[in-house]
């Protein structure tokens, strides 16, 4: 019994300091998962700094992170709009904006990098803030298909770094997929196993391999779809049509694939293509290039496979 209490104890009071330990949260990025993952982590009553290169970046975040949160709020508190007002300013007040990552990165408990697919930008982001984060802080990365280990390779601190994989919208989207490479420890693994689900969403362990669980499956699924419409097998229009129709599918995977961000997919089969070139799934698409090549990335800039200009 004795020792049952102690155990308890020692439970609770690990989980009280895992708890009191995440506070202050960086996030890297105000795109689209950077916006969502601050939305969430201030939702949640922590103090979150989001961060960008520019004052204007910053400040379209913000106003995105309002859109977004008024969304939530009227669905939240649709019979009690004086406490969704509340709600919503005391999320707000959770918020700051900078564009000094290391400034902010030097008292903050948590760093969550959401900026762009590429290893070498992450690579040196993160090496720059090993520097000057706080011993206890930990770094986690947004990565949709980077090797957690590699994107970690430049930092002292390996132990404390490990995946937190979002899903776009991350205010409506429940899951948050927790990676761990060799080197991350079980503390580590855990604190961000807690923030997940402090943030309101569920969690899922995953070993550090290409895509993890869901985009090891829904990115070749998206790709295969493209090569069809290259094929002429089908327009873009059926096939969104035929998933969401006859696989139950929210949205087709040229919705999806603009909804994502044709660079972001773009990004992560040549990533993987480099990784294993033999693979078929992993092929580069004409099509995918050339509308990248463009600067046709979907809803984001206004036009994908879809137009979206009003
Ligand atoms: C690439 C990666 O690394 C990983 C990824 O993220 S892969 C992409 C994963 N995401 C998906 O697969 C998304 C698939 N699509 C969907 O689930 C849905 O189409 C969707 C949730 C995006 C939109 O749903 P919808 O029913 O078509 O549209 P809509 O009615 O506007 O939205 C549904 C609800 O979500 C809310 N919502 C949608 N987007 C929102 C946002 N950005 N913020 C807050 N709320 C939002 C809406 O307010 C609405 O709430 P109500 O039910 O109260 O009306
Ligand atoms: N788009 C999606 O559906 C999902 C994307 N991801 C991943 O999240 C990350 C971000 O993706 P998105 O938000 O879609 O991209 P995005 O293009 O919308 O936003 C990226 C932001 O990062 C900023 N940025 C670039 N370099 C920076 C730096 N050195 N310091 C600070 N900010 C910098 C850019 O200015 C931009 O605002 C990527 O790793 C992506 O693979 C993960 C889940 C889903």
């Known amino acids: 019994m004795a020792f049952a209490t102690s155990a308890l104890v020692r439970s609770l009071s690990t989980s009280a300091s895992r708890q009191a330990a995440i506070k202050h949260v960086t996030v890297i990025g105000g795109g689209l998962m950077g916006t969502g993952i601050t939305q969430v982590a201030a939702q949640s009553g922590h103090n979150v700094t989001m961060c960008d290169v520019s004052d204007d970046i910053v400040q379209k975040g913000l106003a995105r992170i309002q859109d977004s949160l008024k969304r939530v709020v009227k669905k939240k508190y649709k019979d009690d709009p004086t406490a969704g007002q ?19 990165a030097a008292s903050t408990d948590l760093v969550i990098e959401a900026i762009i697919e590429n290893l070498d930008i992450k690579q040196k982001l993160f090496s720059s803030l090993d520097k000057v984060a706080p011993q206890h802080t930990i770094f986690a990365s947004n990565t949709s298909s980077l090797p957690i280990k590699d994107i970690a390779s430049t930092c002292e601190r390996q132990d404390r770094f490990g995946g937190l994989h979002f899903f776009n919208p991350v205010p409506v989207m429940k899951l948050v997929e927790v990676v761990r490479f060799g080197a991350t420890s079980n503390e580590t693994f855990q604190s961000l196993t807690d923030f997940g689900q402090a943030v309101g969403k569920t ?12 985009n090891r499956l829904l990115v070749p699924y998206m790709m295969e779809a493209v090569r069809m419409l290259e094929r002429g097998d089908a327009s873009a ?20 694939t603009d909804y994502v961000g044709i660079d972001t997919c773009k990004f992560i089969m040549d990533g993987w293509h480099e990784l294993d070139p033999d693979q078929p799934l992993f092929k580069p698409s004409e099509l995918v290039n050339k509308l990248v090549a463009e600067g046709k990335l979907g809803m984001k800039s206004g036009e994908g496979f879809y137009s979206y200009k009003k």
Request: charged share 25%; aromatic share 10%; glycine share 8%.
């Open 237 to 256: 229009k059926d096939i969104d049509v035929a998933m969401k129709l006859g696989a139950g599918y929210p949205m087709g995977p040229f919705e999806l």
């Open 86 to 104: 509340k709600f919503f300013d005391s999320t707000m007040e959770n918020i700051r904006i900078d564009t000094n990552v290391e400034r902010v």
């Open 203 to 214: 969690t899922v362990s995953c070993k550090d391999t290409p895509g993890f669980i869901v």
